[in-house]
Structure formats: C-alpha cells, structure tokens
C-alpha cells in the first residue's frame, strides 16, 4: 500500500484489519488530544463517522504520540481479532 503524506491509514476508534510494516518513509502516529480514557463502542462508531466529514480537520485536534520508521510494524492487535 503506497500512501502520501497526510493520508490517514485508519482513525482512532476503527476496528483493526491490518497489520502494517513500514518499508519506506516514516508514519507518525496520532490521537485525538481531547480524549484522555478509552472510547466505547457507540462513541468510537461516532467519532469515526465524525472524522471522515469532509469538513472535519483530523490533525486539528490531534497529539503526536510516536513516529515510526523503516523496519517498524503496527496493528498487531488486528490480528488476534
């Protein structure tokens, strides 16, 4: 999967279908900073909606939490899924 700089791969609140290796380039990984516990079903269903309006900036209100590069993988837990 080939993707440009500031594409989103998934949003917080998704159910994980893929696990990810980086083979190339670098991928930082946000969250939304207005949140500080964990999301319930319903809310992350409306958050995600919420995230793919259009009008809704994703990176306005998010915080870097880490940056990967090549050789680092994530998504593991899509796998035990």
């Known amino acids: 999967m080939e993707k440009k700089a ?3 791969l998934f949003y917080q609140g998704d159910i994980g279908l893929r696990y990810f290796i980086i083979i190339d380039g670098l991928i930082d990984i946000l969250a939304d900073s207005r ?3 964990q999301l ?3 809310l992350a269903t409306h958050t995600a909606k919420k995230l793919r309006h259009p009008d809704f900036n ?3 209100y998010s915080k870097k939490i880490v940056s990967l590069g090549v050789g680092a993988s994530f998504g ?3 796998l035990r899924n």
Do not use: L
């Open 6 to 8: 500031n594409d989103v």
């Open 35 to 37: 949140k500080n516990c």
């Open 40 to 42: 319930s079903e319903e």
């Open 58 to 60: 994703v990176f306005r």
């Open 76 to 78: 593991e837990i899509a």
